[in-house]
């Protein structure tokens, strides 16, 4: 089975745009899709990008996702950021053995 | 409107029997994977298992393998994660989700507020 690897935390300023890292350890990230959620202080996750670049139900277009094969890495693009964008950010793909794989979440500081 | 509803918070001693639950609202429970998150304080996410309520087929993750029982009640629409002898190592966070479509392979599109379980002599 692979790993994935995020930054421990990122910062930048409101009004400003992040890009958060998840690399696979092994095998092509583009084998299995790649999912991100956030989870804000104290509640449970919600679904942010499904399928490696589609936005979940009700989530604004500041939010992208995308692959790239060259880094073996997807990426979650947040613009125009919001202290509300303050939180815990995991991407998730898809393994044999593990078959749901969670990277270690990054946290996002909006300051 | 596609809900699950977890049980409350849980307050045991080492050694004790827990078994949470997870009640799927608001669509087909029986044709949709649910699956198992932990949560250790402060910690990330951690992928427990999925379990088919139409059939109870599961896909356990080893770190769990043994640890946990998943079941389902189809009369109920209930899924349940079970402990026979707790720890506490087990104090942590559980959530159930559903994936977006009836593959397990698919992304969770649906979380549960979670379970607060507290294993404390």
């Known amino acids: 089975n692979f790993l994935l690897t995020q930054p421990h935390s990122v910062s930048e300023s409101p009004g400003k745009t992040v890009t958060i890292s998840c690399t696979r350890t092994?095998?092509?990230?583009?084998?299995?899709?790649v999912q991100w959620f956030q989870q804000r202080p104290g509640r449970a996750p919600t679904t942010v990008i499904l399928?490696?670049?589609?936005?979940a139900s009700g989530v604004p277009d500041r939010f992208s996702g995308a692959i790239d094969t060259s880094s073996n890495s997807a990426s979650l693009t947040i613009s125009g950021l919001k202290t509300e964008d303050e939180a815990d950010y995991y991407c998730?793909?898809?393994?044999?053995?593990?078959?749901?794989?969670f990277g270690g979440g990054t946290k996002l500081t909006v300051l | 409107e596609v809900q699950l509803v977890q049980s409350g918070a849980e307050v045991k001693k080492p050694g004790e029997s827990l078994r949470i639950s997870c009640q799927g609202s608001?669509?087909?429970?029986?044709?949709?994977?649910i699956g198992w998150v932990r949560q250790l304080p402060g910690q990330g996410l951690e992928w427990m298992g999925l379990?088919?309520?139409?059939?109870?087929?599961?896909k356990v993750s080893p770190s769990f393998q043994g640890q946990v029982t998943m079941s389902v009640d189809k009369s109920s629409a209930t899924a349940f994660l079970q402990w026979t002898s707790l720890k506490a190592s087990d104090t942590a966070m559980y959530y159930c989700?559903?994936?977006?479509?009836?593959?397990?392979?698919?992304?969770?599109?649906?979380w549960g507020p979670g379970t607060l379980v507290t294993v404390s002599s």
């Open positions: 399928e490696d670049k589609i936005r």
């Open positions: 379990i088919h309520p139409e059939d109870s087929d599961t």
């Open positions: 092994s095998g092509s990230i583009a084998n299995n899709y």
């Open positions: 998730q793909s898809f393994g044999t053995i593990n078959r749901v794989i």
């Open positions: 608001g669509y087909r429970f029986s044709s949709y994977w």
């Open positions: 989700a559903r994936p977006y479509s009836t593959s397990w392979n698919d992304a969770f599109d649906v």
